[in-house]
């Protein structure tokens, strides 16, 4: 299943394009692979935001808004090397409507600062009133968001970006399951991949023009949310780092937004509000 979309800023990912170096592991997967689009941030963040968070310590900073983004951004002063979490796939609800309907829950590196983003999640699509779940990885704007294969509320999931030696290793995995997908790939010409942020996020896709609506969910947590830009994988819990939560605003007010920090800053829940 392909859906031909236009991110803000009038970037055109209709045509998929290959990943220099790419090689994939995709294992206990019975169905064949398709892919998805969905949209990088509504939004463009001050640059006197980002020089005013660039000390490699834990300070928490104030909220931003986000049209498309309900989680938790971390931006130490180093380039980050790691991010990760695990959660459980949420149940989904879909109204009767004609509109676009579809959620994304993903970790990933870039992307707040800039419109490259190294990420891998699940989604939660509405055919009709029906909800299709997958897993599903995407390294922005050389490739759609690629679906794997199929995830149930309820399964467990975690997910990785790595980078090494130029190198983003990029895994989603269902541990009730056993399915996974890992996938090695270089930054091409047409991306930036500063690695100057990481994120842990609810997301609602853009098809063409249209911001898809926001199916409701069940409060779903991030558990051992961590981040490093340490190589040999010491990885820091969030409030570890310079963080901030982002809250998704809509036309008619907030659609998600996080919690606090718990489990000693590892980990939050990030809740729907609203459709629109």
């Known amino acids: 299943m392909t859906f ?16 220099a170096g790419l090689a994939a592991v995709v294992v206990g997967v019975g169905w064949s692979i398709a892919s998805i689009a969905t949209a990088a941030p509504a939004h463009v963040a001050p640059a006197q935001t980002l020089a005013a968070l660039t000390v490699d310590e834990g300070v928490a900073a104030p909220a ?16 980050l090397t790691n991010v990760g979490a695990s959660w459980k796939v949420p149940s989904v609800t879909c109204r ?31 055919s009709g009133t029906t909800v299709v779940y997958t897993a599903w990885w995407e390294m922005f704007p050389s490739n759609h968001i690629t679906q794997v ?9 975690t997910a990785s970006v790595t980078f090494r030696s130029g190198i983003f290793t990029i895994t989603v995995k269902d541990l009730t399951s056993r399915r996974m997908s890992k996938i090695e790939a270089r930054c091409t010409s047409t991306m930036i991949c500063r690695r100057s942020s990481a994120e842990w996020m609810a997301e609602s896709p853009t098809y063409g023009a249209q911001k898809a609506n926001l199916p409701s969910w069940r409060p779903l947590t991030f558990t051992g949310a961590l981040s490093s830009a340490v190589v040999d994988q010491r990885w820091a ?12 605003t809509g ?23 609203a459709t629109s």
């Open 96 to 126: 009767v409507t004609t509109d676009q309907q579809a959620a994304v829950f993903w970790v990933g590196l870039d992307g707040w600062y800039d419109r490259t983003v190294e990420q891998a999640g699940i989604e939660a699509y509405c």
């Open 237 to 248: 819990r969030i409030s570890a780092l310079v963080n901030f939560p982002v809250v998704m």
């Open 251 to 273: 036309l008619h007010g907030r659609q998600a937004q996080p919690g606090s920090l718990i489990a000693g800053g590892s980990a939050f829940t990030v809740s729907w509000l």
């Open 4 to 19: 031909h979309f236009r991110r803000p800023g009038g970037i055109d990912t209709a045509t998929t394009r290959p990943i």
């Open 64 to 79: 931003q808004d986000s049209a498309t983004w309900a989680g938790y951004v971390v931006t130490p002063h180093r380039p």
């Open 149 to 157: 294969f199929p995830v149930r509320p309820g399964d467990e999931i």
